[in-house]
Nanobody, 126 residues
Framework: HVQLMESGGGSVQAGGSLKLSCAASGYKYSSFCMAWFRQVPGKEREGVAAIDSDGLTSYANSVKGRFTISRDNAKNTVYLEVNNATREDSGMYYC????????????????????WGQGILVTVSS
């Protein structure tokens, strides 16, 4: 039974930083593809960053250069570091995982990921 638990959300001022964590359990974490998505009311969930089992990464254009996804296989945890936050970064952030790697050469979508966390709220204020 795969479980994902996000932490580290909260409020941050524009221009500030925070780091989200997603602890995984119930499977061979190191072989999984992991990703972060976010959603704001009235909009579809969008991919933010992904990292495959080899450590290759992919980012949405809107976060390139500001967000960093990383994983610690020893801790079964994936991280999302948010820097230079903007108000448009506000939303519910979801951790996702799948048994199979997705291509890091193209933008990933939510239907490529089978397992999801409950989500955690990030609010960026000006």
């Amino acid at each position: 039974h795969v479980q994902l638990m996000e932490s580290g959300g909260g409020s941050v001022q524009a221009g500030g930083s925070l780091k989200l964590s997603c602890a995984a359990s119930g499977y061979k974490y190191s072989s999984f593809c992991m990703a972060w998505f976010r959603q704001v009311p009235g909009k579809e969930r969008e991919g933010v960053a992904a990292i495959d089992s080899d450590g290759l990464t992919s980012y949405a254009n809107s976060v390139k250069g500001r967000f960093t996804i990383s994983r610690d296989n020893a801790k079964n945890t994936v991280y999302l570091e948010v820097n230079n936050a903007t108000r448009e970064d506000s939303g519910m952030y979801y951790c996702a995982a799948d048994y199979e790697d997705v291509s890091m050469a193209t933008m990933f979508t939510e239907n490529q990921f089978e397992f999801w966390g409950q989500g955690i709220l990030v609010t960026v204020s000006s």
